[in-house]
């Protein structure tokens, strides 16, 4: 599947509320054909892979509190599944999702399995992953690319990520 129809999918499924995102993103995709359904979400799995960075696990982190392997995972599905331009400039700098977000912590919704749900609805066959297997290269995950730093260091994260950091961290003074 060329990228461009890809984005396009994922531009026109976006709900704010993840659980009608999640039913807009099957709806896209019970309009393709099963073999583009598998197309899609080997371009969906490449776009995760893609977000495998340190510095955007530091703004998962702070975005949601914490945020282990499998939270990370999740995270970069509601990256992907948000659209291309906030994908595209998160990648680039991390703290530009402060102008996509409201302060919530953020969850993937279960978007990455959109396709899976879609492909068997269409073909009654439980072998998605399988077929998917076929079209991409079945190595297992690199660690994230960057310089490893601590998550905990409030003084780095006000650094790295100032906006993000305005929405997410609260002042002492205001906790209280």
């Known amino acids: 599947m060329e990228w461009k129809r890809f984005w396009k999918i994922l531009d026109t499924a976006y709900r704010d509320d993840g659980p009608d995102h999640f039913e ?10 099963w073999f583009d359904v598998i197309a899609f979400q080997a371009r969906f799995d490449e776009a995760i892979a893609a977000a495998n960075t340190i510095d955007l696990w530091g703004a998962a982190y702070l975005i949601n509190g914490g945020c282990s392997d499998d939270g990370f995972r999740d995270f970069r599905a509601w990256l992907v599944a948000r659209g291309r331009h906030p994908y595209e400039a998160a990648l680039k700098n991390p703290d530009s999702l402060a102008d996509v977000l409201d302060g919530d912590p ?5 978007l990455d399995a959109a396709a899976v749900r879609v492909y068997e609805a269409k073909t009654g066959m439980s072998d998605f992953y399988e077929r998917l297997d076929r ?10 690319e960057g310089i490893d730093w601590d998550f905990e260091d409030e003084a780095e994260m006000k650094k790295r990520f100032p906006k993000l950091c305005h929405l997410y961290l609260i002042p002492p003074e205001e906790a209280e």
């Open 24 to 33: 807009a993103l099957k709806a896209e995709l019970d309009q393709l054909p």
């Open 135 to 144: 079209e991409e290269k079945d190595l297992p995950p690199p660690p994230p």
């Open 106 to 110: 953020v969850d993937g919704f279960g």
